[in-house]
């Protein structure tokens, strides 16, 4: 059983990414067809005994982008998969879904018979909240970077916490750093890419370091050339470590670091990127939906129809181990501190401030 991808729209940027993956979804609808619509034999069905059915889950995944980012997307379509693998249920999944056209892509999988809708991305949070209280049989599963207040019975919100995983980041900026300055790229000016800066700010403090952070936004997490803009002016400005918060923006950032004049490391996100600049590369805040949603799911299954689901070093955040490009002694340190966190003797704050 295959997870089936659904189209839901028509811009010619989807268009042209399913275009060039057709040949996949040709294989996942064939084998979606040789695997599920085998019809029961007569004899089958004359000896089958009658009995009361058991509750069947179809699970929805809806995503802001093509799941072969190689990023966030293809970690909730990991996730999905997962979920169909160890559960066995059905899945499918439908891509490139913007903010103005999510209402309707749930509507459609409701009134196909599916009862379990994860929506991949904290811009769906209110709209996955209104069907919720509109459909109270079935089950929503949304990301955001806070508590819902006044959340339906049947919804789950999954609290992503990115500001954990960055105070493990601003510590190992802050003591590898060789010029006291410190850059980070985020894409746009949003509460958790606040709270991520505010983490690392905290990490410096606690740290007693004399060392400047500078945060700036592209406003796309997506550009690469504007992340390379950005990242070869912090380098002109004395940065030397450059911490990204983007996605394919990355690409960028990755260009300017290799190709600065003196030696300047970057850190990443979602994903192992090790491959793109391993000269400059120390490690990446990685991020797992597989675990998070396959227990949540689970949890439906055993009757529980809604609640809170905070990520953590305990689930579903890593530090990507061992650090690369730095001592064996910095690699120890960093150990502890996410060790400390782990054990609750250090308490990172989650401040949603903006930053002018």
């Known amino acids: 059983m295959c997870a089936v991808h659904r189209s ?23 084998t979606l067809v040789a695997t599920q619509c085998v019809a029961p034999t007569p ?3 004359a000896t089958a005994p009658e009995a009361a059915p058991a509750k069947q889950y179809k699970l929805a995944a809806i995503l802001p982008g093509v799941i072969t980012d190689a990023d966030y997307n293809t970690l909730g379509y990991i996730g999905v998969t997962t979920v169909q693998k160890d559960l066995g249920i059905e899945v499918a999944y439908s891509e490139s879904v913007a903010v103005p056209d999510v209402e309707r892509v749930m509507r459609e999988y409701i009134d196909d018979g599916f009862n379990i809708i994860f929506t991949h991305g904290g811009q769906f949070v209110s709209q996955t909240k209104d069907l919720a209280t509109q459909f109270p049989d079935v089950y929503f599963i949304a990301e955001g970077d806070a508590p819902v207040e006044d959340a339906p019975p049947n919804f789950w919100i999954i609290d992503r916490n990115f500001h954990i995983g960055f105070y493990a980041i601003g510590a190992l900026a802050a003591k590898q750093t060789q010029t006291g300055k410190i850059g980070y790229i985020g ?3 949003l ?4 709270a991520e800066v505010h983490a690392m700010q905290q990490a410096i403090d606690d740290l007693g370091l004399d060392v400047e952070l500078k945060p700036v936004w592209a406003g796309d997490f997506n550009d690469p050339t504007k992340a390379r803009e950005l990242t070869d002016a912090m380098i002109a400005e004395g940065a030397d470590v450059i911490v990204g918060s983007l996605n394919l923006g990355m690409f960028g950032l990755f260009e300017a670091v290799k190709n600065a004049p003196g030696q300047v490391w970057a850190t990443a996100k979602y994903t192992d990127k090790s491959n793109f600049a391993p000269d400059n590369y120390i490690t990446s805040v990685l991020y797992d939906w597989a675990g998070p949603l396959k227990d949540i799911v689970q949890k439906i299954m055993n009757g529980e129809s809604g609640g809170y689901y905070p990520l953590g070093f305990e689930t579903g955040v890593a530090l990507q181990m061992p650090l690369r490009n730095v001592s064996d002694e910095l690699n120890t340190e960093i150990e502890q501190i996410i060790a400390d966190i782990q054990a609750g003797k250090i308490e990172v704050v989650k401040d949603t401030t903006p930053i002018e």
């Open 187 to 189: 894409g746009l000016t």
């Open 43 to 45: 004899a089958q069905q």
């Open 8 to 30: 839901h729209s028509s811009s010619k940027e989807e268009t042209f990414m399913r275009n060039r993956y057709v040949l996949l979804a040709l294989l996942v609808l064939l």
């Open 191 to 194: 509460p958790f890419s606040y």
